[in-house]
């Protein structure tokens, strides 16, 4: 789906990425006949809403599967990034494509998505500009009918980055990786953590010393 949703990107016509997309899974191995029906019926129904989303038009696409390396205190932030884009005050927009069926609860202070918008600030994508406009989760999984983008509001631009709020989180992470200890804290995710039972703040993963 990702590679698909690259190539719509970078030119391949929208009317011909359903057939794209069927050559991208007759690669994989999907399971028996019904499971891989079910599959490929799903990954069609992502598509369309996919293709739907693209071609809203409010946003100039400015490049897909970017990469991005930039160094904030102790945090070296990495990656790629679906897709970048410019508003219309000309700041930089990350999108990033969700394929699951869970939908984010809130993505005010979204991690990934800080970590993006501090990446834009910090001149990660500096051939395209350094004013972050935002950052979102595009949801194409799920039982929806039409892609939802999950939005993160722009960070200050009257506040340095690493004073946001956003830089302040990526730098208490970087800093908190890099130390000697770990400390165990609760979330809005621990719910639906698979590792629950390892955790010690947990009733589950709390150990038992005699």
């Known amino acids: 789906m990702h590679d698909v949703a690259q190539q719509v990107a970078e030119g391949l016509p929208p009317a011909e990425a359903a057939a794209v997309l069927d050559g991208e899974l ?6 028996p006949g019904w499971f891989d029906q079910r599959q490929r019926d799903r990954a069609q129904e992502m598509l ?8 809203r038009g409010d946003r100039e696409l400015v490049a897909a599967e970017e990469d991005f390396d930039v160094t904030v205190g102790r945090a070296r932030l990495r990656g790629q990034v679906d897709r970048l884009e410019r508003d219309d005050a000309g ?9 699951g069926r869970t939908a984010p609860r809130t993505v005010a202070e979204h991690g990934q998505l800080a970590a993006y918008q501090v990446a834009v600030a910090e001149g990660g994508f500096a051939r395209h500009g350094a004013v972050p406009g935002g950052a979102s989760l595009l949801q194409v999984g799920g039982t929806q009918k039409a892609a939802k983008e999950h939005v993160q509001a722009p960070l200050p631009d009257d506040v340095p980055p690493r004073e946001t709020w956003a830089g ?6 970087g800093e908190g990786m890099g130390a000697a200890t770990f400390a165990a804290r609760t979330d809005t995710d621990c719910d639906r953590c698979s590792f629950k039972r390892s955790c010690p703040v947990q009733e589950s993963g709390r150990q038992v010393t005699r």
């Open 26 to 31: 007759d690669r994989l191995d999907l399971g």
């Open 168 to 173: 302040e989180l990526v730098a208490e992470v």
């Open 91 to 99: 700041r930089l927009v990350v999108v990033d494509l969700k394929t």
């Open 48 to 55: 369309t809403k996919f293709l739907g989303w693209h071609a």
